[in-house]
């Protein structure tokens, strides 16, 4: 049985330390839960850039599409009206004219699309507990999340994680994949 460790740490600076040193050591940081934006801390775990754009894309893209499909269907198909003496061709419509119903449809699906990703990515959904190691990380603490799968190796991670600058260390029993 694996085992990860919470190391709780007073400041920002003392934290980046210690992963740089417990990194130098060999120990695989995993991740920081903090109270406020720490800048560089993504470098320092190794944490891949986030595909989270091109998913926006991809939903600005269907808000487009189903724009433009909708105000064909309405000009052309649905309804289709003789302005001017001209007719309503199958493929012309007026395009300038419906470029704010454009726009407004690709925002608002990717706005919405990407509120959905969000949630359902963080596993933030009705009635899920979001897993809180110590009560005061939301307000002045940071906590370092480590997991040891060697427990042969748990005490020296541990005495590194203390002298790295911890104010505690937490221990916590896990099943990893």
């Known amino acids: 049985m ?13 934290l980046m330390d210690a992963i740089t040193s417990l990194k130098g050591n060999g120990v695989v940081c995993k991740d920081v839960q903090s109270p406020f934006p720490i800048h560089g801390i993504d470098k320092l ?17 269907t808000g487009t599409s189903l724009a433009l499909l909708m105000t064909w269907y309405m000009m052309i198909s649905d ?8 007719p309503n061709m199958m493929f012309y ?25 969000f949630l359902l990515r963080s596993k933030l959904l009705p009635g899920v507990t ?5 009560p005061r990380v939301t307000d002045d ?10 427990e042969n190796k748990l005490n ?7 002298s ?5 260390v937490m221990l916590k029993s896990m099943q990893f994949s």
């Open 93 to 117: 419509m007026n395009l300038p004219a419906f470029i704010p119903v454009t726009f407004e449809l690709t925002v608002f699906c990717a706005a919405h699309g990407m509120a959905l990703t």
């Open 164 to 168: 790295s600058g911890a104010s505690e």
């Open 2 to 14: 694996a085992k990860r460790i919470y190391g709780i740490y007073e400041d920002e600076e003392v």
């Open 141 to 150: 603490k940071f906590v370092l999340h480590v997991d040891v799968k060697d």
């Open 79 to 86: 309804w289709p009206i003789n302005i001017g003496g001209k």
């Open 45 to 61: 775990l190794d944490v891949p850039r986030t595909r989270i754009a091109i998913v926006s894309f991809m939903f600005g893209i």
């Open 130 to 134: 979001a897993p809180i190691p110590h």
């Open 156 to 162: 020296e991670v541990v005495s590194l994680i203390k």
